[in-house]
């Protein structure tokens, strides 16, 4: 709960959010969290349970994807939380593409499996391009790489850490 907390409370003070010397753009719908007062100090200004998907009708979570037979679920994972992060910072719904990472990402093992720490090592280092450019097939190819060498970055992040 205390890493729920701390991340609402990161979206509250996104309107201060200044990134290198630029002002960064924040969801209007933000305005929505900030009668929410997140402070650890008192846990009994919580409410009884918080859905991402429905703050007062607005839904900040990211799409629903059907892996099929491919074990992909880390990386949907990491997906989803990229996501829905993009969509609650910058007011952006982006849909980032699984199946480059599943033909181009090295450090896990595709469609057999691997890990959300990993996958998020991937995208800091040579970042996320977008569904449109590279859809979901469900299915890796040690030489589908290539195809996808025009899709441009529409997303990244600066730094990863294993929380657990």
């Known amino acids: 709960m205390a890493h729920l907390v701390v991340a609402e409370e990161q979206a509250v003070r996104l309107r201060d959010r200044v ?3 630029r002002e960064v753009r924040v969801h209007p719908r933000v305005d ?3 009668k929410y007062d997140f402070s650890l100090d008192d846990v009994t200004k919580f409410e009884d ?10 839904d900040f979570s990211s ?11 880390f990386m949907m994972a990491t997906t989803a939380m990229l996501e ?28 057999h499996g691997g890990w959300g720490y990993f996958d998020g090592l991937w995208i800091e280092n040579y970042g996320a ?13 040690p030489d589908g790489c290539a195809q996808w060498s025009r899709c441009p970055k529409i997303a990244g992040v600066s730094d990863v850490y294993y929380v657990g």
Do not use: M, T
């Open 19 to 21: 990134d290198h010397g």
């Open 84 to 111: 829905s992060r993009i969509k609650i910072w910058f007011g952006e719904d982006r849909q980032i593409s699984l199946q480059h990472r599943l033909d181009c990402g090295f450090l896990n093992e595709g469609c």
């Open 49 to 58: 349970s918080w859905d991402w998907s429905n703050v007062h009708g607005y």
């Open 129 to 141: 391009v977008s569904e449109q450019c590279a859809p979901y097939q469900a299915s890796a190819s």
């Open 63 to 73: 799409r629903h994807v059907d892996q099929g037979r491919c074990g992909s679920c």
């Open 32 to 34: 929505l969290l900030e």
